[in-house]
T-cell receptor, first 114, second 114 residues
Framework: AQSVTQLGSHVSVSEGALVLLRCNYS??????LFWYVQYPNQGLQLLLK??????LVKGINGFEAEFKKSETSFHLTKPSAHMSDAAEYFC????????????FGPGTSLSVIP | GAGVSQSPSNKVTEKGKDVELRCDPI?????LYWYRQSLGQGLEFLIY????????KSGLPSDRFSAERTGGSVSTLTIQRTQQEDSAVYLC????????????FGEGSWLTVV
């Protein structure tokens, strides 16, 4: 069965610093992978997704993630944090061998310090 | 509609009462999900619909929880004899059903059991 782990339930970075949010997955086959963001008091929206094309995926708001099969990872990065990036970030996996079930990780809360 | 619509947006109910939460997915989306998000927690998968059938109900926490979908569109999540631990945000999401496609979330129904 597929699963997702996110290292660090809470991450704090200074404004302008690198953002790195970690995601590791477990799946019997190379899955589809997603990052969703939830801003305060808002619904979830897609940041980016990996669907077996390029391993480096670029998303909205300057975020990108790299699929590394050997490490079963899909870490999210942004070179320079902005105050508006403060939010909850969820990594998710969809197992292509079954129907379109999407399993979410526990989430990482990102704080940006001025 | 333009997005996933959920109602009510907020519901306060007394312990032991039944509640119904409604989800109206994006028009044409064949796949529909229900998730639960408790305070400070990640997204807990509840149930998945493909059309009107539910091939995966594995996430429903107890037999007090049930869901149905009619006409391949609107879905209702029913919680019977509510308990305080049922307090959470219940999120509905839909997708076209093709594996790897983005799932779109509603704003959620915030349930408080007192």
């Amino acid at each position: 069965a597929q699963s997702v782990t996110q290292l660090g339930s809470h991450v704090s970075v200074s404004e302008g610093a690198l953002v790195l949010l970690r995601c590791n997955y477990s799946s019997s086959v190379p899955p589809y992978l997603f990052w969703y963001v939830q801003y305060p008091n808002q619904g979830l929206q897609l940041l980016l997704k990996y669907t077996s094309a390029a391993t480096l995926v670029k998303g909205i708001n300057g975020f990108e993630a790299e699929f590394k099969k050997s490490e079963t990872s899909f870490h999210l990065t942004k070179p320079s944090a902005h105050m508006s990036d403060a939010a909850e970030y969820f990594c998710a996996v969809s197992d292509k061998t079954s129907y379109d079930k999407v399993i979410f990780g526990p989430g990482t809360s990102l704080s940006v310090i001025p | 509609g333009a997005g996933v619509s959920q109602s009510p947006s907020n519901k306060v109910t007394e312990k032991g009462k039944d509640v119904e939460l409604r989800c109206d997915p994006i028009s044409g989306h064949t796949a529909l999900y229900w998730y639960r998000q408790s305070l400070g927690q990640g997204l807990e998968f509840l149930i998945y619909f493909q059309g009107n059938s539910a091939p995966d109900k594995s996430g429903l926490p107890s037999d007090r929880f049930s869901a149905e979908r009619t006409g391949g569109s609107v879905s209702t999540l029913t919680i019977q004899r509510t308990q305080q631990e049922d307090s959470a945000v219940y999120l509905c999401a839909s997708t076209s059903g093709n594996s790897g496609n983005t799932i779109y979330f509603g704003e959620g129904s915030w349930l408080t059991v007192v």
